[in-house]
Structure formats: C-alpha cells, structure tokens
C-alpha cells in the first residue's frame, strides 16, 4: 500500500461539475450510485490495480507480477472494474489486456492519495 502513496496516479483529465446545476431532488437519485462507485474503490487491491494501470495497458499476467498477489484475486478484480466501466478489456489471442477507460477515477484516486500522503508526513 505505500507504494500506492508513495506515488500519484499518472493520468488526468478535467471533469465538469455538474451536480451544482441538480436539485436536492435530483441529487437523491445520483446519491446511491455514487456511493456503489466508491464502493467499487474502497478496497485496496483495487486501487493496485488503477496505479498498475496507469502507466499504461498491462496484460493480466503482468497485472498479478506488478500487485504481488494470486491469480484468482486479480481477475476478480479486474472483473469488477471493467463491469464499472473504470477499464478497457481487450483480447488478443489467449492473452487479456487491460488498461483505463475512466481517467475522471484516477482523478479522484490522485486527489485522495495527495490528501493522504500530505496527512502522513
């Protein structure tokens, strides 16, 4: 985990705000979804994933080498992230290639892992 801190992610890209222009009501509807997105972020092993990522596309073996951890458990996770739409999935033969399809994520992971790392030292 402190190589994730130790590091910022290496994407950006600008995101409009547009949930100032939502009405209370209308935020009501956006509220749950947004927080299934955090959940999606909150457990570590997938942040690995996003940092492994953002250097560039990384087959899933190169993914499981870079977190340190089984098989079984990246897929799972590479699974989940893609399904989110915060990956790209492509296959060329026998070999599966991710990479990121939601630089607005990485955003949001550089932002909090600069608070972070600014609360820790």
């Known amino acids: ?4 801190l130790g590091h910022l992610f290496k994407l950006k890209s600008k995101t409009p705000n547009m949930a100032k ?4 009501k209308q935020m009501e509807k956006v509220f749950p979804k ?10 570590p092993a997938r942040l690995r994933i996003i940092y ?21 458990n990246v897929s799972r996770h590479l ?15 026998a070999t599966v290639y991710y990479s990121i399809a939601d630089s607005a994520t990485v955003d949001i992971c550089q932002m909090v ?9």
């Open 113 to 121: 892992c600069a608070k972070i790392i600014k609360e820790i030292h």
């Open 1 to 4: 985990m402190h190589i994730l």
């Open 52 to 72: 492994a990522l953002c250097s560039g596309e990384k087959s899933v073996s190169e993914v499981i080498e870079m977190c340190g951890t089984s098989q079984a």
């Open 34 to 43: 947004v927080a299934a997105y955090f959940n999606i972020l909150s457990e």
């Open 79 to 93: 699974q989940a992230l893609h399904k989110a739409g915060i990956l790209f999935r492509r296959k060329e033969g």
């Open 21 to 24: 222009n939502l009405s209370p």
